[in-house]
């Protein structure tokens, strides 16, 4: 299908919209005070994403904000410091001020003219209106990840969607749900050396612009 078929845009919010690795290892650098080296980035980063995808389970009983407190916690003991409650809440109300990715608020403005967008999100109840503000959206827009989830269309069928007309936005490694589009976006250089295996691949959110632009005058 062409983009200009889709009707539903479903958008990860985090790592197409927000900048949630350069977030995180911001909020974490309070740990890394009075070291002489600091850690890899890659490397915490990915046993930070670990960490949270394994308390995923948790998220009915935890939060979005405690399994952040968790992951602070475990991040603290790999790098052989202890770190307070206070600390790590701390680092979960960093969430907020994760940034964006720069071309994500202009490309959310041409996208709605031609797509219904819905965000998956993790984020608290207090976090969402910010995040609204930020990227123009409704607070019917923002569909919690964990409610909503992407190995199954049904939730999309009920709110009004035929999967066949929506198209996932994410990254690697993604799944979109059965019979919907996918669109991944790759921002490194070396993703692109590496044959397409979505739907669509896209640069960033200004290339998905580009793209569907040229798909119109098609």
């Not at 308390?55 to 992951?71: N, T």
């Not at 991040?75 to 680092?91: D, H, P, Q, V, Y």
């Not at 490694?173 to 896209?202: E, N, W």
Request: net charge negative; with cysteine.
């Amino acid at each position: 299908m062409a983009l200009t078929d889709y009707r539903v845009l479903l958008i990860d919010c985090d790592e197409v919209l927000v900048d949630r690795d350069s977030g995180v290892w911001t909020a974490l650098q309070p740990l890394f005070e009075g070291r002489r080296q600091l850690p890899e980035r890659a490397a915490l980063l990915a046993d930070y994403k670990a960490v949270m995808r394994s308390l995923l389970p948790r998220f009915d009983e935890l939060g979005y904000s405690g399994m952040l407190c968790f992951a602070h916690r475990h991040i603290a003991e790999r790098l052989g410091c202890k770190a307070s409650w206070e600390e790590s809440l701390t680092f979960a109300r960093s969430v907020p001020y994760w940034p964006l990715f720069e071309d994500a608020p202009g490309a959310m403005l041409y996208l709605r003219k031609f797509y219904r967008l819905l965000v998956l999100v993790d984020r608290n109840i207090e976090d969402r209106g910010q995040l609204c503000e930020r990227l123009g959206l409704e607070p019917d827009d923002l569909l919690s990840s964990a409610a909503h989830p992407l190995d199954q269309s049904h939730w999309l069928r009920d709110l009004g969607v035929e999967p066949s007309e929506a198209l996932l936005l994410s990254r690697e490694p993604a799944q979109a749900p059965a019979s919907a589009g996918l669109c991944l976006i790759r921002r490194a250089r070396l993703d692109h050396r590496q044959p397409c295996t979505a739907d669509v691949c896209i640069s960033s959110m200004a290339d998905l612009v580009r793209q569907h632009q040229i798909a119109l005058r098609r």
